[in-house]
């Protein structure tokens, strides 16, 4: 499974990005699958997640109203539509997959696949 996520860039305070995850694998509608970040200097963090249906999404509270998941199936991509940005959203954001478990987990350990990483900077 090989995951390239893309959309990354330079925005200011209040502005809109989508960040996508193109996904090998045939069966890629069974993988859980989430979106993580990192700032320089902490922890990667979760961000949101979606279950392989897309019927179940979780989210961190720092990003619950303004963020959003979404997955094409039949494109096998997942999407992170992120509206309102602040400067502390700024980070290098990761997608992941989850192909062993059945619920949605938050823990990065639990995801066996990653991406590459897109930067995202948000000045004020």
């Known amino acids: 499974v090989q995951l390239q996520a893309s959309g990354g860039g330079l925005v200011q305070t209040g502005d809109s990005l989508r960040l996508s995850c193109a996904v090998s694998g045939r069966t890629f509608s069974s993988y859980n699958m989430g979106w993580f970040r990192q700032a320089p200097g902490k922890e990667r963090e979760f961000v949101a997640a979606?279950?392989?249906?897309?019927?179940?999404?979780k989210y961190a509270d720092s990003v619950k109203g303004r963020f959003t998941i979404s997955r094409d199936n039949a494109k096998n991509t997942v999407y992170l539509q992120m509206n309102s940005l602040k400067p502390e959203d700024t980070a290098v954001y990761y997608c992941a997959a989850d192909l062993l478990t059945y619920v949605i987990l938050r823990a990065p350990r639990e995801y066996e696949y990653w991406g590459q990483g897109t930067q995202v900077t948000v000045s004020s």
């Open positions: 979606i279950s392989g249906s897309g019927g179940t999404t």
